[in-house]
């Protein structure tokens, strides 16, 4: 499964941006989809997950007020509708991909694909 983010950018404080991961040359409908952040100097960092039909969903704690991760299998697409946007959201957003049913994973190196990231920077 090849997976490609976008939708990063520049906000300011208090806005909100939506991110979408297409993914293509595989069955995304039998993958649970995740998305993950990283900030200079840190580990990559789970922010949300969901389930291969969209029914179950995961959030990291300090974030499930505020994000929202959907799917669309016909469209072969997941979002993360980010709102009430910090300066400490700025990252780079990677989506992510694991096979089949089970557990949401908040280690990165369990999942198995990923896409190339986008930017998003939050102004105070």
């Known amino acids: 499964v090849q997976l490609q983010a976008s939708g990063g950018g520049l906000a300011q404080a208090g806005g909100s941006l939506r991110l979408s991961c297409a993914a293509s040359g595989g069955s995304f409908s039998s993958h649970r989809m995740g998305w993950f952040r990283q900030s200079p100097g840190k580990e990559r960092e789970f922010v949300a997950a969901i389930g291969l039909n969209g029914d179950d969903t995961y959030y990291a704690d300090s974030m499930k007020e505020r994000f929202t991760v959907s799917r669309d299998n016909a469209k072969n697409t997941v979002w993360l509708q980010m709102n009430s946007l910090k300066p400490e959201d700025t990252a780079v957003y990677y989506c992510?991909?694991?096979?089949?049913?089970?557990?949401?994973?908040?280690?990165?190196?369990?999942?198995?694909?990923w896409g190339q990231g986008t930017q998003v920077t939050v102004s105070s």
């Open positions: 992510a991909a694991i096979r089949g049913q089970g557990p949401f994973y908040r280690i990165w190196y369990r999942w198995d694909y």
